[in-house]
């Protein structure tokens, strides 16, 4: 296993085929999926064509990745990078449901961010959620993303945050 990012309880690593049983199951439940826009795959089978055709790796150098626990290899959902059609890049997360409110959220987002600064060296990131996800946008702000403006996603209304590399560099992290 190729691992793109470790934090003190994590693994990250690209998404693969492999990877499909764990993205049908994310997707099944509608409590994971309520904000997002998206529907349940339909089957494991199609989950898998999903990942197969999964390039954001190759067109831009990162995407969104599996997140494991280092102490049992188990499968928390993923987290990652998208670059949007507009051009900006997305951090954002989706975990199991009996996996919230453990951290996990903080602590593979603020990875995150950190490799988009230092290792990928973007000149801002943007991260989105629907009004009604409060607990979303208190891991934004827990991370050092600021509120930027309203925007709209799958007929949802919602807050966009932006974090610039100047002001990723006056957190402690």
């Known amino acids: 296993m190729e691992v793109i ?5 994590f693994l990250m690593r690209e998404l693969k085929t492999t990877d499909a049983n764990m993205f049908y199951s994310l997707n099944l439940d509608p ?5 997002t826009g998206d529907t ?31 102490e049992d290899s188990d499968s928390w959902g993923w987290c990652g990078l998208h670059r949007r059609e507009d051009g900006s890049v997305d951090m954002g997360y989706r975990l199991f449901q009996e996996k919230w409110g453990k951290g996990c959220a903080t602590e593979v987002g603020r ?12 000149p801002e990131i943007i991260a989105e959620a629907v009004l009604e996800n409060a607990a979303s946008f208190h891991v934004m702000e827990r991370l050092g993303f ?11 209304k ?5 974090m610039t590399k100047d002001d990723y560099s006056k957190l402690e992290i």
């Open 158 to 162: 919602t807050n966009i945050y932006k």
């Open 146 to 156: 600021k509120y930027w403006k309203d925007g709209e996603d799958h007929g949802y």
């Open 5 to 9: 990012i470790e934090t003190e309880r």
């Open 111 to 122: 990875a995150c961010v950190k490799y988009a600064f230092e290792n990928l060296k973007l």
């Open 40 to 70: 349940a795959f339909h089957s494991i089978s199609e989950a898998m064509d999903f990942l197969d055709e999964y390039d954001d790796y190759k067109k831009h150098g990162f995407g969104r990745w599996a997140v494991m626990s280092k």
């Open 31 to 35: 409590e994971v999926t309520r904000y």
